[in-house]
């Protein structure tokens, strides 16, 4: 896959730029991104897939990598990035597709397979759990539960701010971020505590770092990423978390498409467990735990992601 000569497909009043690979007419699947990744995240599960026989295509979300990145954080609500999914299925002459989402993209294609039901035949989860509507806005709870300093907050009060002190050195920025767990590890507060980290990481001079999970060369596309967009624009997935919730309401928990949910078990904020609530939601449910792995599954331990995936779609998914 060439995530250098992207094919642009129209979204909105926006462009949404798209890789694929494989052949035409094995099954397709859309691989999503999330925070702070590109379509360039899935490099090394693209060629075990297309090995297999799938048609891959994978997209930069709005706001990210060569797709347009729009301002206003009215354009990153989940109706707009369920449209911006089904442009591409369009775009590509597909009725419908197996999604795939890791971290943010996880939120979305949980949100896809209930609100385009029909589009979706089954779904892939990677970390990110489906997970029951709360019962108060989320960012309130978060709030309450870690502080003003947990991201999701800072993201939302002071993003501007934010995304600036991030671009004093993007390299570092993704030095910092993608790593793996070390052992004996543990998830306090402080864990979510992003800028705050970041800014330390700053004033003691951004020094080389245990567990770096990116190569220079891979590192190297995510700093020219996020050299063109700036950082703030992807900020607004995390500033529609509650508009999210609005327009949830009503709709229901239960998807009925096959679902693989792939929980690393070095994942600190999102641990394996999280994932129980979810037999009840997705009748057609199997998990899977990827031991010594983090948060960065797709870096960190990718023969054992891919070998789960293709095992997974292989009994569940014809090519």
Not at 110 to 123: F, G, K, L, Q, T
Not at 135 to 145: D, S, Y
Not at 277 to 287: G, S, T, Y
Request: proline letters at 8%; aromatic letters at 10%.
């Amino acid at each position: 896959m060439n995530f250098q000569s992207p094919h642009f497909v129209p979204s909105d009043s926006f462009q949404i730029a798209t890789y694929a690979d494989g052949p035409e007419d094995g099954s397709a699947i859309l691989l999503v991104h999330g925070w702070p990744e590109v379509a360039y995240s899935w490099k090394n599960t693209v060629p075990a897939l297309v090995a297999a026989g799938y048609r891959v295509i994978a997209y930069d979300l709005r706001g990210f990598g060569q797709s347009s990145a729009p301002a206003d954080p009215v354009h990153y609500a989940m109706p707009q990035l369920i449209a911006d999914m089904e442009a591409v299925m369009d775009a590509y002459g597909l009725d419908s597709a197996i999604i795939c989402g890791h971290d943010w993209g996880g939120s979305i294609v949980w949100h896809a397979a209930r609100m385009i039901s029909h589009r979706v035949e089954a779904v892939i989860g990677i970390c990110v759990p489906h997970t029951s509507r709360a019962p108060v806005r989320p960012l309130k709870i978060i709030e309450k539960r870690f502080g003003a300093k947990h991201y999701f907050i800072e993201f939302r009060d002071r993003g501007p701010d934010v995304a600036e002190m991030f671009a004093q050195d993007a390299d570092g920025f993704f030095r910092l971020m993608f790593r793996s767990t070390p052992p004996g590890a543990k998830m306090d507060e402080t864990f979510t505590f992003i800028p705050t980290k970041f800014e330390k990481f700053l004033k003691s001079g951004s020094p080389k770092l245990k567990g770096e999970v990116l190569q220079d060369e891979d590192r190297k596309h995510f700093v020219e990423a996020y050299t063109r967009t700036g950082f703030e624009t992807g900020m607004n997935l995390y500033r529609n978390i509650d508009v999210n919730w609005e327009l949830a309401e009503g709709m229901s928990d239960r998807i009925t498409q096959p679902v693989l949910m792939i929980s690393p078990e070095g994942d600190l904020l999102l641990p394996p467990e999280l994932t129980e609530p979810m037999v009840k939601m997705c009748p057609d449910l199997e998990r899977v735990n990827i031991p010594d792995c983090g948060h960065w599954a797709m870096w960190d331990a990718p023969e054992a992601l891919n070998g789960a995936m293709v095992e997974w779609l292989g009994r569940r998914a014809s090519v």
